[in-house]
């Protein structure tokens, strides 16, 4: 069983940054891509960032440009910095690892597991 768990979240105002880290459990952490999605109240769960196991890196069209997704396979951990924060970046983050093999990775159900998820606040 894989367990991913979040850190990193909390309030912040528009224009600063956070960074999220997810800390993931196993020995085949670097086998996998991994992404990021989020998810505001009343809104349906949105891809933002991936990063395949070979480093490649993929964004949502409204974060690029202020958001980096990286990953350390010594640490098991994979992270997203975020820069030039909106309110409109509020919202619930959440790791997931990619299934094997996935290509698409902006697709929820191409990844098989979840984290709990980490609040990210911005006021404006």
């Known amino acids: 069983q894989v367990q991913l768990v979040e850190s990193g979240g909390g309030l912040v105002q528009a224009g600063g940054s956070l960074r999220l880290s997810c800390a993931a459990s196993?020995?085949?952490?670097?086998?996998?891509?991994m992404g990021w999605f989020r998810q505001a109240p009343g809104k349906e769960r949105e891809f933002v960032a991936a990063?395949?196991?070979?480093?490649?890196?993929y964004y949502a069209d409204s974060v690029k440009g202020r958001v980096t997704i990286s990953r350390d396979n010594a640490k098991n951990t994979v992270y997203l910095q975020m820069g030039s924060l909106k309110p409109e970046d509020t919202a619930v983050y959440y790791c997931?690892?990619?299934?094997?093999?996935?290509?698409?990775?902006?697709?929820?159900?191409?990844?098989?597991?979840w984290g709990q998820g980490t609040q990210v606040t911005v006021s404006s």
């Open positions: 997931a690892r990619g299934r094997p093999y996935t290509t698409d990775y902006s697709r929820r159900d191409e990844y098989d597991y």
């Open positions: 196993g020995r085949t952490f670097s086998s996998y891509a």
């Open positions: 990063i395949s196991w070979r480093s490649g890196t």
